[in-house]
Each structure stands twice: as structure tokens, then as C-alpha cells.
Nanobody, 116 residues
């Protein structure tokens, strides 16, 4: 069983930065692909970025150049560094672990609000 706990959300002004963290329990973190998703009010949950077990990354176009995903396998933690934040980045951000089996685990989410 895997449990994911996100942290680091909050209220930030446009142009500001936040760093989200997601800590995973269990022993499969290092062999799993980690994703960050977000869901704005009234909208579907969308992929933001992911990082494979080997460190390859991919981003949705709207965050390229502003967000950076990284992982620390020694700490079972994945990060999302978010810079130059915009009001349209406001959402609940969810961490997702895609196990080698294909099973997906989700965190509880952390709220990010970008507003002046």
C-alpha cells in the first residue's frame, strides 16, 4: 500500500513562486513514474508534469519554462517548483504515483491560489 502526502500549497501573488512536495510511503517510489495533476473549480483534473523513474520529464505546454518537476528517491519525495505563477494556475494540485503494475495512487491534494 502506498500513501501520498502533498504539502507546500498556499496563497501567492501573481509572479510569485511555490514549491510543492509529495512524500510517498512504501518501497516502490524509486521504480515508479510520478505525476502532478491539477484541478481548477468546475474543471477536470489535468496532467501538469511527470517524471519517470530514470528522471525523464515532461510538461504541459502552459507550464513549460515556469514549472520544474524533480525527485529525490532517497527521501521518497517528488517536488514541483512553480515560478512566475499566474492566476490561471489556481487549482488543487494532486500527486500521483504510477506503479510498474499500472496501478495509480493519489494524494489528497494541496490548494494553490494565485491572486493579488
Amino acid at each position: 500500500q502506498v500513501h501520498l502526502v502533498e504539502s507546500g500549497g498556499g496563497l501567492v501573488q501573481p509572479g510569485g513562486s511555490l514549491r510543492l512536495s509529495c512524500v510517498a510511503s512504501g518501497s516502490i517510489f524509486s521504480v515508479s513514474t510520478m505525476h502532478w495533476y491539477r484541478q481548477a473549480p468546475g474543471k477536470q483534473r489535468d496532467l501538469v508534469a511527470f517524471i519517470t523513474s530514470s528522471g525523464n520529464t515532461k510538461y504541459v505546454d502552459s507550464v513549460k519554462g515556469r514549472f520544474t518537476i524533480s525527485r529525490d528517491n532517497a527521501k521518497n519525495t517528488v517536488y514541483l517548483q512553480m515560478d512566475t505563477l499566474k492566476p490561471e494556475d489556481t487549482a488543487v494540485y494532486y500527486c500521483n504515483l504510477e506503479a510498474p503494475s499500472g496501478y495509480n495512487y493519489w494524494g489528497q491534494g494541496t490548494q494553490v491560489t494565485v491572486s493579488s
